[in-house]
């Protein structure tokens, strides 16, 4: 069974750029989640959908950050402008339903270096 | 101050040691602690989940919650290399913030042979 998939692994762009990140979450997961990790943190939830609701945003940056999942299935995660402190890797994670037990499924990140 | 503490350490212990990881918390509404293991450029893997208080043994893997303390704790019985990574403690409310994790830090643990 494939993982969750995220693109691009690593994306270098200047201040002020727009950034775009993929997630493709595993098939028949119905909840999917945007987490921001920067250097020795723990990930800290942006955005989590259940299916194409977005039913928690209050941590995502709005003026900044837009996010959309399409027909419940793929997600994309913008950010327009970049600004040097949004240098960090942006995981995907998705679950069959909202995940009390814990068990979120994770993409690899998209590593993200704002110069 | 973070609702979630945790000692990033590093730590480094010999091939088949006991290892003790732990992480503190301030919101009494946590009912759902994990601890999520995580390799070099890779997201994060469940290890161990508990619900409320208590123990649980998984293989090699011990995870303990203490609810009236606030304290969280893993344990890795005969340590391996292949056990060298950042371990991440993670906790959960219910309610309206159901589905989202708070997660410490991480430890980074290195198990040298």
């Known amino acids: 069974e494939a993982g969750v998939v995220q693109s691009p692994r690593y994306k270098i762009i200047e201040k002020k750029q727009p950034v775009a990140f993929w997630c493709n979450p595993i098939s028949g997961h119905n909840t999917l989640y945007w987490y921001l990790q920067n250097l020795g943190q723990g990930p800290e939830l942006l955005i989590r959908?259940?299916?194409?609701?977005?039913?928690?945003d209050s941590q995502l940056p709005k003026d900044r950050f837009s996010a959309e999942r399409l027909k419940g299935v793929d997600s994309t995660l913008k950010i327009q402008p970049a600004e040097l402190g949004d240098s960090a890797v942006y995981l995907c994670?998705?679950?069959?339903?909202?995940?009390?037990?814990?068990?979120?499924?994770f993409g690899e990140g998209s590593r993200l270096t704002v110069l | 101050q973070k609702e979630v503490e945790q000692d990033p350490g590093p730590l480094s212990v010999p091939e088949g040691a006991i290892v003790s990881l732990n992480c503190t918390y301030s919101?009494?509404?946590?009912?759902?602690f994990m601890w999520y293991r995580q390799y070099s450029r890779k997201g994060p893997e469940l290890l161990m989940y508990?619900?409320?208080?208590g123990n649980k043994e998984d293989g090699r893997f011990t995870a303990q919650v203490d609810k009236s303390s606030k304290y969280i704790s893993l344990f890795i019985r005969d340590s391996q290399p292949s056990d060298s990574a950042t371990y991440l403690c993670?906790?959960?409310?219910?309610?309206?913030?159901?589905?989202?994790?708070?997660f410490g830090r991480g430890t980074q643990l290195t198990v040298w042979p």
């Open positions: 993670a906790m959960s409310a219910g309610g309206s913030t159901l589905g989202r994790l708070y």
């Open positions: 508990t619900y409320s208080s």
């Open positions: 959908y259940e299916n194409e609701e977005a039913v928690d």
């Open positions: 994670a998705s679950s069959f339903v909202i995940a009390v037990s814990g068990e979120l499924f």
């Open positions: 919101n009494s509404a946590f009912q759902y």
